[in-house]
């Protein structure tokens, strides 16, 4: 799958989410995705990644995709670390 179609099947799923994803080995099979979301907010990690997951479930039981390392944050969360960092983030939903 190309990083364009693994942001796709996310964004289906997760409409206001700000998605970043990288292919790992260049195989188009393993993919690092980094997702911000206002729709985790007051959610566990886990549950966050399990949404993240669930949206990739076909890929995932048909071996399109073969692994994913998942980051996910709250639009607060990553406002805060950012704004430590001297980085500038906004999602523009």
Request: cysteine-free.
């Amino acid at each position: 799958m190309r990083e364009s179609e693994v942001k796709e099947l996310i964004k289906k799923a997760i409409s206001d989410a700000h998605i970043e994803v990288t292919d790992m080995t260049g195989g188009n099979d393993h993919f690092q995705i980094f997702v911000v979301s206002r729709e985790f907010n007051g959610k566990l990690l886990i549950d966050q990644h399990r949404m993240v997951q669930q949206s990739l479930g076909a890929a995932l039981n048909d071996g399109r995709i073969h692994a994913v390392q998942i980051k996910t944050e709250t639009p607060e969360s990553w406002a805060k670390k950012t704004r430590s960092s001297g980085n500038d983030f906004q999602i523009l939903n």
